[in-house]
Each structure stands twice: as structure tokens, then as C-alpha cells.
């Protein structure tokens, strides 16, 4: 029933911008903290940005000042604008819901690639 999926991936030259998207649907978007997550080819699966439902936000280390999470509750969508992007933010990117209790899990999308090259 729930469903995360992503949006706006591609390729983009270093220093350039994109932003990305995840509509979410089949639970109450507004309660959940929400995230971004990455992974680059042998590299584990990242956090890179996560906002909450007061819409309190954290960040890698490797993305701030860059990158801001920002979500939208009437639309049920959560946003990750990328800006000056460098070649080692290239990765499949996924959406993220957090649990609420200890039988709720992880929801995942299947994520979208982004390329950052010339």
C-alpha cells in the first residue's frame, strides 16, 4: 500500500543544479519523518538528508550548505534540491520513510540516478 517514488534524476555538469521529487501515497504523509538516501557504486547506502514531520532537518556532512530537503504535506511530496553538484554526488538516490513503532519498517522507492560529469 505505501508507495514512494522519486523523480527528476538525470545528468548534469559539476556545478550545476536539480532538484528531486517523491510523491508519496497509502499512509498520512504529515506524521512521518522522511528522507533521502544514496548510493554510489561500492559504497554503502548513505543517509543524506532527512526532515521531519515539524519539519526539523539533518544532513550529511559531505552535502551541507548545498543541498536542502524540504517537503510539501498538502501534495504528500518531499523535495531535495541539489546545487552545486560535484562528481562525487553521482548515485541512485532514494526516498525514505522512517517507522513509527517497533512492527512498522523502512519504506524505500526504487530510487532515481543522478550523473554529475562533463
Known amino acids: 500500500q505505501v508507495q514512494l517514488v522519486e523523480s527528476g534524476g538525470g545528468l548534469v555538469q559539476p556545478g550545476g543544479s536539480l532538484r528531486l521529487s517523491c510523491v508519496a501515497s497509502?499512509?498520512?504523509?504529515?506524521?512521518?519523518?522522511m528522507g533521502w538516501y544514496r548510493q554510489a557504486p561500492g559504497n554503502q547506502r548513505e543517509m543524506v538528508a532527512k526532515?521531519?514531520?515539524?519539519?526539523?532537518?539533518n544532513y550529511a556532512d559531505s552535502v551541507k550548505g548545498r543541498f536542502t530537503i524540504s517537503r510539501e504535506n498538502v501534495k504528500n511530496m518531499v523535495y531535495l534540491q541539489m546545487n552545486s553538484l560535484k562528481p562525487e554526488d553521482t548515485a541512485v538516490y532514494y526516498c525514505?520513510?522512517?517507522?513509527?513503532?517497533?512492527?512498522?519498517?523502512?519504506?524505500w522507492g526504487k530510487g532515481t540516478l543522478v550523473t554529475v560529469a562533463s
Open positions: 497509502g499512509y498520512i504523509f504529515r506524521l512521518y519523518t
Open positions: 525514505e520513510r522512517d517507522p513509527l513503532a517497533g512492527y512498522d519498517r523502512t519504506y
Open positions: 526532515i521531519t514531520s515539524g519539519g526539523s532537518t
